[in-house]
């Protein structure tokens, strides 16, 4: 999803934004991995194909494993729409020494 997110961000995720209305297209959503069980993705809601299927694509195309490779989802693999996206904090590594 980079530049939108980048893997380890941290996301608050409205789990209840799709309770009463469809996820629409350009939604930036969290959906559980249809591959990867245990895995969760970032992506955008891409289109809808056919009643409650969703194609979703990550923002860098060339990198992205989306709908392109695994196909439409599932309306119930989605967990909610993003509200807010923070980086995480980076780990700061040690550079070489000064001399004293």
């Given at each position: 999803?980079?530049?939108?997110?980048?893997?380890?961000?941290?996301?608050?995720?409205?789990t209840w934004a799709y309770r009463r209305r469809a996820?629409?297209?350009?939604?930036?959503?969290?959906?559980?991995?249809?591959?990867?069980?245990?895995?969760?993705?970032?992506?955008?809601?891409?289109?809808?194909?056919?009643?409650?299927l969703y194609a979703v694509r990550g923002d860098n195309?060339?990198?992205?494993?989306?709908?392109?490779?695994?196909?439409?989802?599932?309306?119930?693999?989605?967990?909610?729409?993003?509200?807010?996206?923070?980086?995480?904090?980076?780990?700061r590594t040690a550079g070489p020494e000064s001399p004293?």
């Amino acid at each position: 999803m980079s530049p939108t997110a980048q893997a380890g961000d941290y996301v608050i995720v409205n789990t209840w934004a799709y309770r009463r209305r469809a996820p629409g297209v350009g939604d930036l959503v969290v959906l559980r991995d249809p591959e990867v069980e245990g895995r969760f993705l970032c992506k955008r809601i891409a289109g809808v194909s056919g009643p409650a299927l969703y194609a979703v694509r990550g923002d860098n195309n060339n990198v992205s494993r989306d709908s392109r490779a695994f196909g439409p989802v599932p309306a119930d693999l989605i967990v909610g729409k993003v509200w807010l996206s923070a980086r995480a904090p980076r780990r700061r590594t040690a550079g070489p020494e000064s001399p004293s």
